[in-house]
């Protein structure tokens, strides 16, 4: 299962591994790769400087592995806490938090499904379960043959009606719309003031690690939850890859 512990440390670079300090190699870790410190370190010679380095454990390549790499190469994890309570987690701590065995079957998709969790405060598990014994139609048409697929704003919808929100919902860009110059006019400011009212469930693009980018090839519901409208602004949100909040600047 993902877990994020106060002493574990995330990757800066791209960070080779070894078997002890200064050789031999074992391993090339990704930027932002999750490592655990065994508490042992050591301090050897490292590209012509003595240097600091520590021993780690990182669930990889599908397989767990133990050995040392430079210090300079982590940093500490600093995040904030999980937001939804999620059961039955995969096994690889670099999975995405959103990632589950469900009903026999590693659910990939269930970023609508905890954005919906997040807004009426319910565990994922209480939420599924809730579709699979009060609406076996919808679970059946979320999980084909027992394994999620992508949702739609109609699958969320119906997700929503399950715990008595009024639907269909509201379209987000509409209550922004101008309706003497027919465009959307959105600011910092507007956006802190409805999300005042409820909060919006928006589709963005991530990549491959769960960062929202423009470049991102993965479509991805997050919930806006929080809009500060101070200098250029910023946005908090919940982001189900993560199951956390964070923070982005205004685009």
Same mark, same amino acid.
């Not at 050995?67 to 982590?74: A, H, P, R, T």
């Not at 009606?161 to 269909?168: A, E, Q």
């Not at 769960?210 to 090839?217: K, P, R, V």
């Given at each position: 299962?993902?877990? !994020?512990?106060?002493?574990? +440390?995330?990757?800066?670079?791209?960070?080779?591994?070894?078997?002890?300090?200064?050789?031999p190699w074992l391993i090339d870790l990704p930027e932002k790769t999750l490592v655990e410190p065994t508490g042992k370190s050591s301090v050897a010679p490292y590209k012509?400087?003595? *240097? *600091?380095?520590?021993?780690?454990?990182v669930q990889f390549a599908m397989k767990k592995w133990k050995?040392?790499? #430079?210090?300079?190469?982590?940093d500490e994890?600093?995040?904030?806490?999980?937001?939804?309570?999620?059961?039955? =987690?995969?096994?690889?701590?670099?999975?995405?938090? =959103? !990632?589950?065995?469900?009903k026999n079957f590693r659910q990939y998709n269930l970023c609508?499904?905890?954005?919906?969790? #997040?807004?009426?405060?319910?565990?994922?598990?209480?939420?599924?379960? +809730?579709? #699979?014994?009060?609406?076996p139609v919808l679970y059946q048409s979320l999980f084909p043959g027992g394994v999620s697929k992508v949702t739609s704003t109609l699958d969320l919808d119906l997700m929503l +009606?399950? #715990?008595?929100?009024?639907?269909?919902s509201p379209l987000f860009l509409?209550?922004?719309n101008d309706p003497v110059i027919q465009r959307v006019l959105l600011t910092p400011l507007r956006l802190k003031n409805q999300l005042r009212l409820s909060d919006a469930i928006v589709l963005v693009r991530i990549n491959n690690?769960?960062?929202?980018?423009?470049?991102?090839?993965?479509n991805h519901w997050v919930v806006l939850s929080a809009c500060d409208p101070r200098e250029r602004g910023s946005v908090s949100l919940y982001n189900p890859f993560k199951n956390r909040v964070q923070v982005y600047s205004w685009p």
């Open positions: 299962m993902p877990i !994020y512990r106060e002493h574990m +440390k995330i990757t800066v670079c791209y960070s080779p591994m070894f078997q002890n300090p200064g050789g012509g400087s003595t *240097v *600091v380095w520590l021993e780690i454990e050995g040392w790499i #430079y210090e300079n190469y982590l994890l600093i995040t904030n806490s999980p937001s939804v309570v999620i059961d039955d =987690q995969t096994l690889n701590e670099q999975d995405a938090e =959103q !990632y589950i065995i469900w609508g499904h905890l954005c919906i969790a #997040y807004i009426v405060g319910a565990g994922l598990s209480d939420l599924l379960n +809730k579709i #699979y014994t009060e609406n +009606k399950l #715990y008595n929100y009024v639907t269909p509409g209550a922004f690690s769960g960062e929202l980018t423009a470049l991102g090839s993965i």
